[in-house]
């Protein structure tokens, strides 16, 4: 939408703009998937050798700041006519932003119920799948209304309320949401009896 409306491009030039979706995907998950095991350790061996599913929290903090800057950039560019590189920017932080959230959420959910993962993972993708199904209902009359700044400025301020909190709320009560789940329970006290 935007680099055929306002760059005018044609379809097949302003389809090449989803490289630099692709490029902050890639750079962002290979980067973060050598570091999650890495600061997982760390935390682990700072709590006497136990591991705890918030380890797996550090890495989504970058991506909750990059995600909104990301969208700052690319709409604000948009908006204001700048060079397509400086949206393709915007638009590289915006998939690295997105790849650190989730690789950060998957891999909480998986350690926090190991034997009901696949569940989890379920729910997971159901809520992403319900907000994947909602944008685009309301986006293109948004952006029509609004523009692309404003609209991308109240995009970044939904994730900046929503997710900038998260991983200091699941830091601090994480383990008390889990203990409060059967299945999460159910786990710690197989663990606890040598079971899994």
């Known amino acids: 939408m935007i680099f055929a409306e306002v760059y005018n491009e044609e379809p097949g030039i302003a389809g090449l703009h989803y490289i630099a979706l692709g490029i902050g995907l890639t750079l962002a998950s290979q980067v973060n998937a050598r570091l999650l095991d890495r600061s997982y350790k760390y935390f682990k061996q700072k709590n006497n050798g136990v591991g705890e599913p918030e380890f797996r929290l550090p890495s989504m903090v970058p991506g909750t700041i990059i995600l909104p800057f990301g969208l700052l950039l690319a709409g604000w560019s948009a908006q204001h006519h700048l060079h397509w590189i400086a949206t393709d920017i915007g638009i590289v932080c915006v998939g690295a ?45 948004m952006y029509r209304a609004l523009g692309y700044g404003k609209g991308n400025t109240i995009l970044a301020a939904a994730s900046i309320a929503l997710g900038c909190p998260a991983p200091w709320l699941f830091w601090k009560y994480g383990k008390r949401i889990r203990m409060s789940s059967s299945y999460a329970h159910a786990h710690k006290e197989e663990s606890d009896l040598g079971m899994s």
């Not at 119920?113 to 696949?118: D, E, K, N, Q, V």
């Open 97 to 141: 932003g997105m790849i650190l959230t989730f690789q950060a959420i998957q891999t909480y959910v998986v350690d926090s119920f190991t034997l009901h993962a696949a569940s989890a993972l379920a729910a997971v993708s159901c809520l992403r799948s319900l907000a994947g199904f909602g944008f685009p209902l309301f986006a293109p009359a």
